[in-house]
């Protein structure tokens, strides 16, 4: 599943001067490199923000981040939830 659009992905990059964003790494990461975990320079687009219904798919909301940092700010994802 795609969360974020082209347009998006690559705001926040530019944002991010291409490394990531999670607080103490700034690791380079490669552009050609997205969703590529496996690889050193391997990246996603996170949300900052998650709702329960859709993908708020705006720069604000998506984070750089390298496949290291990744995995940590999921466990500590909140998830908003429309009543």
Known sequence: MKLFS??????AWERAG????????RRPLHWDHHGQLHLPQGWLGL?????A???LDIPANCQVV????????????LVLEGR
């Open 6 to 11: 082209e347009r998006t992905l690559k705001k």
């Open 47 to 51: 949300q900052r923000v998650a709702l």
């Open 53 to 55: 219904d859709r993908v």
């Open 18 to 25: 291409g490394c990531c964003e999670a607080p103490g790494c």
């Open 66 to 77: 390298c496949r290291d940092c990744q995995q940590v700010l999921l466990e500590n994802c």
